[in-house]
């Protein structure tokens, strides 16, 4: 079973910055290969939404409210993916969680694909 451990949450201000990260990781075989990583988030009441993705090959993609403010990144090498957040504003306040897409893993199993989450990280913007 993949695994992707979040970090990185916490308190800011508005206007302040935060950097999540998010590292995948098997246990009980091998990562191959992860076609997308990303980040959702989730207000209290309403439905969980993409922020930001990123493909193996570097496409990217924002939801138009955090254009401009968040970049997403990632490792693979690492299988870890980064989101940089800069002049948050109390609406980004929400729960982050971490999506892995298209895992090929190989193990006693064989191979297999599929997708991940993590377990969230609270991202919250008050002053």
């Known amino acids: 079973q993949v695994q992707l451990v979040e970090s990185g949450g916490g308190l800011v201000q508005p206007g302040g910055s935060l950097s999540l990260s998010c590292v995948a990781s098997?246990?009980?075989?091998?990562?191959?290969?992860?076609?997308?990583m990303g980040w959702y988030r989730q207000a209290p009441g309403k439905q969980r939404d993409l922020v930001a993705s990123?493909?193996?090959?570097?496409?990217?993609t924002y939801k138009d409210s955090v254009k401009g403010r968040f970049t997403i990144s990632r490792d693979n090498a690492k299988n870890t993916v980064y989101l940089q957040m800069n002049s948050l504003k109390p609406e980004d306040t929400a729960v982050y969680y971490c999506?892995?897409?298209?895992?090929?893993?190989?193990?006693?199993?064989?191979?297999?694909?599929?997708?991940?989450w993590g377990q969230g990280t609270q991202v919250t913007v008050s002053s």
């Open positions: 098997e246990a009980s075989g091998t990562i191959i290969s992860i076609y997308s």
């Open positions: 990123i493909t193996s090959d570097g496409v990217t």
């Open positions: 999506i892995s897409g298209q895992v090929i893993t190989r193990g006693t199993w064989g191979l297999k694909r599929n997708d991940y």
